[in-house]
């Protein structure tokens, strides 16, 4: 059972950055397509952002691009989200979440990822 816990959330001004880290609990970060999800109150858990298991190709949810980096630490067993520029619109919980399907160079709906973090609030206000 691969276990997952985030970090780094809370409070930021509109304009302000954020870097949030989800610590694997065993080295296996290779196996996984890594994603990146929010969920603001009211609405149903979108996608972000996710990384292959190569590491070396991402995607984006359009409402982030340009402003938000996912990235990942294999000897950490961590994966990043780096996000610059927030709205009030980006508050929501984000959560870590970790899928063994093939990397299909798409965001993966939440169904397709089998292991979640508990969630991180990340709230963006004056």
């Known amino acids: 059972q691969l276990q997952l816990v985030e970090s780094g959330g809370g409070l930021v001004q509109p304009g302000g950055s954020l870097r949030l880290s989800c610590v694997a609990s065993?080295?296996?970060?290779?196996?996984?397509?890594l994603g990146w999800f929010r969920q603001a109150p009211g609405k149903e858990r979108e996608g972000v952002s996710c990384?292959?298991?190569?590491?070396?190709?991402?995607n984006y949810a359009d409402s982030v691009k340009g402003r938000f980096t996912i990235s990942r630490d294999i000897a950490k067993n961590t994966v990043y989200l780096q996000m610059n520029s927030l709205k009030p619109e980006d508050m929501g919980v984000y959560y870590c979440?970790?899928?063994?399907?093939?990397?299909?160079?798409?965001?993966?709906?939440?169904?397709?990822?089998?292991?979640w973090g508990q969630g991180n609030q990340v709230t963006v206000s004056s």
């Open positions: 979440a970790a899928s063994s399907y093939s990397w299909r160079g798409i965001l993966l709906p939440a169904s397709k990822y089998s292991y």
């Open positions: 065993r080295r296996t970060l290779d196996y996984y397509v």
């Open positions: 990384i292959s298991q190569s590491g070396g190709t991402t």
